[in-house]
């Protein structure tokens, strides 16, 4: 215990005047959530519509109010035949096409199958997903009475699903982006101040000390998690102000939940400095290592469920897909410890792991 | 807890056919020696010939291959952390933490080694008079020349006050005074009951010591008292003129060169 606290206050006197450690791990996450936030922004508000209303009833005309009440899109010009919907659709003047068909108000009356036929620019894949992800809102809030299908001709659209209920991609990707930026910095952090000592030399006068292992691991990895709990919290609360993520759920829960995720972390950090022998490699490797499985198979931008099934695999020992679904679940959802409980055991698993292996590859001798 | 029954044993450190092999390279090969309580013994060799690897298994950093080593009383293979309690260690790089003053250096170690209350309190003190650092508590690490960082090395190593102490390569960087203020401690100490075991390959070092070992090729190559080495190397070479005796740097070259004759044994 003595030795956890030697250790413990002597990094955080070292942290203390090493102002610029301090400055990345508590405010560079919270620059780069305002960075990628906006960028990684799949949204699009007032899509150019044409509309061809070849029905022109009332009801007919309430389902294009109801497009353009929406915001989402916004009408400008009518089409009356096929030809000018092409050129329309050619010239760029419209990226999205609504046709009511003949007999739409009358069918509709008869609480009949009614069709309606949108037509989507396919340049951009995901601008003509996330417009038809509008589109589709749309259709339903409009109340079209139970039968009633949606038929869409698209061009080279992957359909995918991108979106959460409230079609913001936004709330969808900054939890993932939270997760990135929290990874990065516990694993950057603890892999550069071990291999710190390394290069100082201290790293052997400490193993020449009659100090076990896990006690050195343990104090050295405890400043760390404070630190990179403390800018976690900052970065969500950025996103609250910033993008508007919610907070359905209970404090209490989302920091556990992240201090699972960052133990899990810093012993991914601590199990890098044991391969990197200077600062650079250790931060390469580090980033690397937190940015791509966080990245691409996490589930932030790439759902599990559309990855080939080897990959699928492989995501089960991320951590970051654990802490995503919990992350999103009590954000999002109000999700409680209850619910959230697979993905905390999970991410207790794996803290356990890499720690102690850490343990063992720093004990080897 | 503090302090460690020393026993009887004039003998502080007792090393029998110590081998450590890394795959297929042999980098202590068979080295056996013991040095006397009080005794300063230096480990002479060029780089590479073994001396650090050495010290590591003495020290319980590295596991023996074969071959046993008692240090302190304590089988280095069986008890490393015992043995890391008795010694004192402190090498060229004199590893303090630079963004730390000079006293959170020493509390920082006299933590690791368990101190606290009266006994850190004394030590410090100690540890700033040896350093000649009274008054300068509060001045950061990175500040410090290289003699300075030298003796507060030295007296972070020396808190716990271990009956044995190992210098590896301990005066590199350091100007000519600072290093002959360190050897003036190093001898202090060693009269007053501290085992010192120290490598280096500056020669006029090893001339400070009581008895020399030469490492080659992660074998001795030759073992004893300076003066009788160079005795040795005299009567071998049947100089007309006794009187002028070989120096040490003949003796080193003799040994190496001779060492590499007969290597090829193995």
Known sequence: MNHFWAVAIKELRQIRRDRRTLMVMLFLPGFFLLLYGYALNFDIRHVALVVQDRDATAESRRLVSRFVESTYFELVGTATSDAEIGRALDSGVARAVLVIPEGFGHDLAQRMPVTVQVLLNGDNANTATTVLGYTTAVLREASIPAGASVTTRLALVEPRIWYNPELRSTLFLVPGLIAYLSMITAVVSTALSIVREKENGTMEQIRMAPISTPAFIIGKAAPYLVLSQISGILVILAAMVLFGLPMQGNWLTLNLVLAMFLIGAIGTGLLVSTIAETQQVAFQIGSLVAFLPTFVLSGFIFPIASMPIGLQYVSTVVPARYFLIALRGIVLKGSDLITVWPSVAALVVYAFLVMGLASLRLARR | ?266
């Open chain 2, 1 to 266: 807890m503090s302090s460690i029954p020393a026993g009887d044993d004039p003998v502080a450190i007792r090393v029998e056919h110590l081998t450590r092999r890394f795959g297929a390279f042999t980098a202590v090969d068979d080295v056996s020696f013991e040095v006397k309580r009080g005794e300063v013994f230096g480990f002479l060799g060029s780089n590479g010939a073994g001396k650090s690897t050495t010290i590591r298994m003495l020290c319980g950093l590295l596991k023996p291959t074969s071959g046993r080593a008692d240090v302190g009383g304590i089988d280095v293979g069986r008890d490393p952390e015992g043995v890391k309690r008795r010694i004192g260690y402190m090498s060229q790089r004199f590893s303090l933490y630079e963004l730390l003053t000079v006293d959170q250096n020493i509390r920082f170690y006299g933590g690791l080694y368990g101190l606290s209350g009266e006994r850190l309190a004394r030590r410090r003190t100690f540890t700033l008079e040896m350093a000649g650092l009274v008054g300068r508590e509060n001045v950061l690490t990175r500040t410090l020349s290289g003699g300075w960082r030298q003796r507060l090395a030295l007296g972070c190593a020396l808190l716990h006050e271990p009956p044995i102490l190992f210098l590896d390569e301990p005066t590199g960087g350091v100007d000519p005074v600072s290093r002959r203020d360190f050897w003036r401690l190093i001898d202090d100490m060693a009269r007053a009951g501290t085992t010192v075991l120290v490598t280096t390959h500056y020669l006029d070092e090893a001339e400070r010591c009581d008895r020399v070992a030469i490492i080659h090729g992660g074998r001795i190559a030759a073992m004893g008292p300076t003066r009788e080495l160079k005795r040795a190397l005299a009567a071998r070479r049947a100089r007309a003129d006794q009187d002028v005796l070989p120096t040490l740097e003949d003796v080193f070259i003799d040994v190496v060169t001779d060492a590499a004759g007969a290597g090829a044994t193995t």
